[in-house]
């Protein structure tokens, strides 16, 4: 048996390079995708996939056949700890928390705010094509919003960390009605074993010697160098930051390049990231390309089609693979013949 696919905010068709590695045989594989970059990914990878567009404007007609697998990753800027925050409402902040109220003010032509609205075009076409399966990932949120999705599928979300299958840092929460999913084996891979040679002046500073994971971020800090977050008196300053809690496994691939950063330099925080610190130039590289696909578990390679800064831009959007591949292994496991 084959499987129809229809994979929502498919980006780089992580879903299809899952099935892949699960074993699973692909009979079509439909996706739902805007990102230019990341549909020149998907497509020099499967040029066989069809290639619908937005999703607010897919319909149940255009299928010839019935869909086996639904699969979603929906925007997650509104439900994210590191983003709004507000969830799925209007601009008018509206709580938008059951399909017939958000298909109603749909038809009303109202303006929503960012997009983790379009969870609710998820649930609107799991409504209308049936498929015998679903799978949606997203953010560790408010219980407030992670409460709403689970009434709303009827499954609670089961949360895994990528860092079990990868050296990424990564929980991310997935409801599914694929039965029985446990989680994964720890794979023990650490950020040393996926890093490309390290481009410091140091010479100590060789693949994975006295190299660790940072990220930059804007803080206020007085004149004793301690945080003063609510003082707007203060100018914001990038400092480089090395936490004790992770040196083994990168942070959260993100859209944002600074967010992840490899530097020979210690625990401790870093004033002034891009000038100097005690008349010293700080010494931190970005993750490469190929750092970043083995960070989320795709092949080497995958990613070629566009250039690399768009590249790592989808990347941080993307699927760890090997999760993914894990959750569909037990649908073989269930007893189904795919």
Known sequence: MFLVVLSLFDGISCGRLALERAGISVEKYYASEIENNAIKISQSNYPDIIQLGDVRNIEPHQFDEPIDLLLSGSPCTNFSFSGKRNGMVTEENVVVDTLEQ???LKSEGVVFSGQSYLFWEFVRLL???KPRYFLMENVVMQKKWENTITKTLGVTPIKINSALVSAQNRERLYWTNIPGITQPEDKNISLVDILEDATFTS?????G??????????????????????????PIIQCLE????????????TTVEKDNVLTPLPVGRYP??????NGTPLQFRYYTRREYERLQTVPDGYTDAVPESAAKKALGNAWTVDVIAHIFSFLQKGGEHL
């Open 102 to 104: 958000y298909l109603k």
């Open 127 to 129: 409504h209308e094509l």
């Open 203 to 207: 010479p100590a500073a060789i693949r």
């Open 209 to 234: 010697r006295n190299i660790y994971p940072g990220t930059i971020v804007g803080r206020r800090l007085d004149e004793n160098g301690s945080r003063k977050d609510d003082d707007h008196r203060i």
């Open 242 to 253: 090395v936490r004790k809690t992770n040196t083994t496994k990168s942070n959260c691939l």
């Open 272 to 277: 002034d990231a891009f000038g100097k610190y």
